[in-house]
């Protein structure tokens, strides 16, 4: 089974209002949505002051986003200006709001897809790599030991749309367990589907780890209570990335739902994934990159400009 866990996101930054800037008869024309010279382009940085807004130090987003800086021309004198997930969200929507430029360090799935209309800037060098999957790991000696709760996190699978629909509601205010319980009642098919070929058990004790990010808090509540309905006694264990990893590799803990692959988590499967077994993924189409609002007139990282 696969954990989901919630990215927080973080500080919003102020973008800066938009500038008419006139000189020796070099004149600019302002836009609702940036600075447009004599070519026509609009030039965004200036409106942002040349920021892109980041989430968690260390986040594999963010490592990718600082990398994209000194690998595109376009973002030379450009800075990551990291927070956290929540307030990274709130930046996101003040923009929106004020249909203003911005730049975020994004991934999906995220309830933000759902509430927003927002596109991927296109990366032609390859930065952020392909999409990637969220995987299941479980420790060794689980199928042996407890295959009822093996075969379900085995087939546990959805789309990214079944996981922002929860996100989406955390967001607006419902409590993750009631989400979970709401999303699972209306998704009786699916689930009944992950529980097919599973007799119940008796208090059986399971064990999930995950990370809490907003996707992992969201599918590993699911799953939990998934299990619970099953019958098994079931614990929910906050950790960091790392830790995580580390817990289910020495058995501490039973699996997760929670492994980007291959890239977000590169560094931790490199070091434990001997030791776990990988169940597959339970979720396809996982993505990061910057992330701007549809309004903005920019499809790629090379549309932006330099700071000068």
Request: aromatic share 8%; proline share 4%.
């Amino acid at each position: 089974m696969k954990k989901a866990q919630w990215k927080h996101l973080g500080l919003a930054f102020a973008v800066t209002p938009m500038m008419l800037l006139a000189a020796c008869g070099d004149e600019e024309a302002n836009t609702d949505e940036g600075t447009a010279g004599d070519s026509g382009e609009v030039n965004y940085g200036e409106e942002m002051s040349y920021k892109i807004t980041g989430i968690e130090p260390g986040a594999g987003v963010v490592a990718a986003s600082e990398q994209a800086t000194e690998d595109y021309d376009s973002l030379e004198g450009w800075e990551v200006v990291t927070s956290s997930s929540g307030a990274m969200a709130t930046a996101l929507g003040e923009a929106i709001d004020n249909e203003e430029p911005i730049i975020v360090t994004g991934w999906s799935p995220h309830w933000k897809f759902q509430k927003y209309d927002l596109k991927y800037l296109e990366d032609p060098n390859g930065v952020f790599g392909d999409a990637e999957t969220i995987n299941t790991m479980v420790r060794q000696g689980l199928e042996e030991e407890n295959p009822e709760a093996y075969t379900i996190l085995d087939q546990f699978n959805w789309e990214p749309a079944d996981i922002e629909s929860i996100m989406l509601e955390v967001s607006n205010g419902t409590a993750v367990e009631d989400a979970a319980a709401a999303w699972i009642e209306e998704n009786s098919d699916k689930v009944a589907e992950w529980t097919e070929g599973t007799e119940t058990v008796d208090g059986t004790e399971i064990e999930l780890a995950y990370v809490e990010w907003d996707t992992e808090v969201a599918s590993t509540n699911v799953v939990g209570q998934v299990l619970e309905a099953q019958g098994f006694d079931v614990k929910l264990t906050p950790l960091d990335n790392a830790v995580m990893w580390s817990a289910v590799a020495g058995g501490e803990a039973d699996g997760m739902v929670a492994a980007w692959l291959p890239g977000t988590h590169a560094t931790q499967f490199e070091e434990y994934g001997e030791d776990v077994v990988d169940l597959g993924a339970n979720l396809e189409g996982a993505k990061i990159g910057f992330v701007v609002p549809s309004y903005m007139d920019i499809d790629s990282i090379e549309d932006l400009s330099p700071k000068e």
